[in-house]
Each structure stands twice: as structure tokens, then as C-alpha cells.
């Protein structure tokens, strides 16, 4: 048994998340978690939402709310939407606790006594329409390496070049549009140059990430400068340094926070669990056969998880290019073990964007076709290695034919004809060639399905797990037990051998569609939690407001990755249909509500 740190990126708290969203962060790393928790393996699975920064008081300002209130208000929805889409964190928290807040400043404190943030002197951005610091990803502009026209003031998406606002050619702010003005203003910069041999050796030893993210991550290396980790903003964490905590317009960046958030919120889940110490068995153990690190982002966000944040925890731990303690609260920490980044899931050909109003909000998904529909859209078509297109269409066939015909009309038809001959469970006879052929195919899927899974290849995965589903309904295709009426002993037979392969595809299917693998469960007999689902939580902290979390209780969850044999005798009930097909014209039209730019 190993431990498994699934670290997942905190989806931004200035307005829902939409289904591009939760196809790069969410999906994913729930089907993991839960592969791992079914293999025997102890998963801490944390996030949150992030909550500081200029976006927020954006947001903010235009509905007339305070950051807090619009920070709590969006909190609220995010961590709706994930508890329908039955992501399965450990603890899902926010930033602006103030555990986070000591983390953090620890974290930075250690930095700082080794020698990796230094002060410097930077042309910051202000808008000349209101006087406010323009963050660096609300100032777009030309990149002065490629000539990508769309270029951000932190970096290039096109090339992946770090940039700073000054260096693009034509700033403008995303705001208003307008030209920022750039003043000196000072600073607290990491000092990546000074990191950069230490993280190229590090990198070197990731033999078996993606391709892609490695291949990026190096390119990176070369081209690393010093990177701003403060702003001139009053919404943030305070800079724990005299003559800078006391400015009331200096705050350590959202950037820099955000990422430390994967362990301030590790911290936080030990203090709820009443073992404040347990955190560090994730974290401090320094073996990867004990302790691994998974980190789940959309392909956006590779640089802080392969770069950026492992800088930082090199530069706490001292082991950057010049050495130092390791920081004295937390001792040596471990780095990601593996980054494993979405592609971008695009939408009818061009790309989500709330602004432009062509964006489908999990929130109204949900309500609409319930969670199990989305998850099995992510994992069969979703972007795990290259962007890819979401249309109704799409969907609607995926639904139909894949989810109702296939898996539900196995499921529903196997139990229909048992419960209509035997209302149980039926005893086995003498079994065929066929029967064995397809028990044997089942007790493969295993191990096929499990290697996929253990490596991230959910698109795989599902598939091998759907061909056992296309399997088994071929061969009652094949036998016809509903023609043996005279051969009771054959029909039991085949019957029960359907509805053990039933049971496996079931658990095999248990990490992608959780919420249909307990109903399946329940029509073969089963009793009690098979997948558990997250519970929303309202916690409190001494000195700080109420706010809701996600937490649940997967040690007492029965699905564990092997098969169960099904006993015969156990009463069975006629079953309902799985998943409901729906309306072919939905694919030509989308809904009513859908949030599509014409």
C-alpha cells in the first residue's frame, strides 16, 4: 500500500465553473482517487477554491459586493457543483482561512531566510481610468518572441516564453481595454535563476510523465527570470516582513499562494481529522514507493506545477542552486511525483469563455442530465491528451448509445429476466466454453483496466471497460436466455454468469460513473455505501467566519478493485432504467438554457 497525495487545482471563486473546467481538474482526478482508494492504496485528495487577486475584486465591484462577499458567494456554488458531480475530496477549503495564511507565510519566511525571494524594483501596471495595480494575466498584448497576438503580461501561451507587462508590445488591459500606465513600485521576487539547476536535475529524474508536459517544463528552464510574487493590491495575504506587513496595499500575489494551498489544505484536513501531524506522511516521507504526489491541472496552469511550485519547495527545503535549511515549521518537503495536465475542451470548435457568453455552467448541467452523464462524456471524449470538442450532438449519441443501450440495457435486462424466472439470484449449473470465455475476459479487464488507470489513461480505460460491457451483451445475445424455458438448469447458468460480469463491469465502471455503480449494487442485493459520495460541511476557525468544505467518509466505502463473487439466493427486485435516453432533437438544438454566443 502506498499513500497518494491527489492534488487538484483550485478552480478560480470569481463565478461558477463551467464543464471545460471540470474536464481539465475535476473529473480526472476523482476517477484517479477513487481507482486508488478501490486498490487498497490511503488517498488524501485536497483542494479548494482560490480566492484572492484582482479577478475577484472585478467580479466584486460589479455586483456591488465586498471580495469577502463575492469570495464567500462563488465559494458557495463551486463547492455545490462538486459535491453533485461527486468529486471525492478529502477536503475541499478555500484560501482565505487562516490556516492558509500561516502556511503561506511560513512558506514564504523559509524562502526568504535562504536567499530565493529578494526585493527589486519593477515597472508595475495601473489603470489610468481608476488608479489600480493591473495584475499581469489582465494585461494583454503582442509577445515580443512570437508575435502571438494574445499574448498575457506573465506569459505566452503560444510559446511559453515567461513575460513581464512592460515586454509586450501594445499592452492593453482586459478590463477596459485601455493603455496601462507603468510606474516603479517594489517588489518581492522569486529568484528562479538561482533554482533553475536545481529543478533541470530535478526534472531530469520525471521519467515518466507526459511527454508533453515534460518537453514544456525543460524549455522553460532555460528561459527562467526573477518572478514578482507581491502586488499592490489590499485583497491577499499579508507580507510577514516588518515595514511590509504594516502597508495596507502590499499583499503576496494570488499565484504564489494559490499553490501553496495543496499544502496548507493537507494541514488543515490533519487538524479535522484530529491528528494535526498526520499531513506529513504525504508530505515528509522522501521515499516515492510510500509517498506519491499526483498534481491535476488543465494545460494552462503545467508552468506553476511543474516549475513554479517545485522551485518554491526546493527553495524551502534549501536545496536550490546556493543550499540552506529546510524551512524550521515544516522540515523537508517532498515534490510532485508526477503533473498529469488536461488539454482544453472546447465547445462546438472555438473555446469556452464566459465573457463571450459560449459556456455551459456545470451547475445547469447537472440539474439538467445529472453527474454520471457529464463524468462518462470527460473520461470517453474529454481532452487528456489533445483539446477536444463538446457538441450536443456529441452527447447525445454518447448517452443514447453508449450509456442507456449498452451498459443500462445490460444491466436492466440481466436482472429483468433473473428476477422474472427466479426473483434471486440463480444457482449455476455446468458451465460452457462460452460461459468461461466470458468470466475469463472479465478477470482480465482487471488488470488491463486497473494498468490504464494507475498511469492516467482514463480514454483507455473506459474503453476496455465498455468492450467487457459490448462482451457480455453479445453472449446474451448469443444464448438467448429467454428461449430456455424447458433448460432451467442452462438459463440459471447463463443468468448467473451475466450477472457476475455485470457486477465486474460494475466495478470496474465504479471510478467514472460512482453515483450509477451504487445503483447497480443495490439491483444485485447489495446493501450499505459501495461508492461513497461527498458530504458539504459547515467548519469553523478559531478567529475566522463559518464557511462550508467538502470532506467524506470513503473508509467504509464495500468497492474495492477485485472481483466480488454474487451470491446466489439474493433476493432481487425488477430494476428501473439506469439512464434515461434522451431526445434526439437535443442534439440538433442543445437546450433552451444552454449559454451559447449566436
Known sequence: ???????????????????????????????FSRFMRMSGHDVLMVSGTDEHGTPIGVQAEREGLTNREAADKYNRVIVEDLQGLGLSYDLFTRTTTLNHYAVVQNLFLALHRNGYVVPRVQMGAISPSTGRTLPDRYI????????YGSARGDQCDNCGNQLDPIDLIDPRSRINGETP???????FFLD???????????LQTRTDWRPNVLKFSENLIAELKPRAITRDIDWGVPIPLEGWSEQPMKRLYVWFDAVIGYLSASIEWAKRSGDPEAWRKWWTVGDESQARGYYFMGKDNIVFHSVIWPGILLGHNGQGDHGGEPGEEYGVLDLP????SSEYLTMSGAKFSTSRNQVIYVGDFLREFGPDALRYFIAVAGPETTDSDFTWDEFVRRTNFELANEWGNLVNRSISLAWKNNGAIPTP???QDVDRALLETAARSYEVVGELLGRNRFK??????????????????ETEPWKLKDDPARRDTVLHTALQVVSDANTLLTPFLPHAAQKVFEALGGEGVWAAQPQIRTVSEEGGPDYPVLMGDYANEQAVWASRPIVPGTPLVKPTPLFTKLDEELGRTGPSWARIDA
Request: contains cysteine.
Open 429 to 431: 449449473n455446468a458451465l
Open 460 to 477: 483507455a480505460a473506459i474503453s476496455e471497460a465498455m468492450r467487457l460491457v459490448q462482451s457480455a451483451n453479445r453472449y446474451l445475445s
Open 192 to 202: 528562479l535563476p538561482s533554482l533553475a539547476g536545481s529543478l533541470s536535475a530535478w
Open 140 to 147: 494583454e498584448g503582442t509577445c515580443p518572441i512570437c508575435g
Open 181 to 187: 500606465e507603468f510606474v516603479e513600485t517594489e517588489h
Open 1 to 31: 500500500m502506498a499513500r497518494i497525495l491527489t492534488a487538484v487545482a483550485w478552480p478560480y471563486a470569481n463565478g461558477p465553473r463551467h464543464i471545460g473546467h471540470v474536464s481539465g481538474f475535476g473529473v480526472p482526478s476523482d476517477v
Open 337 to 340: 511525483s508526477e503533473v498529469v
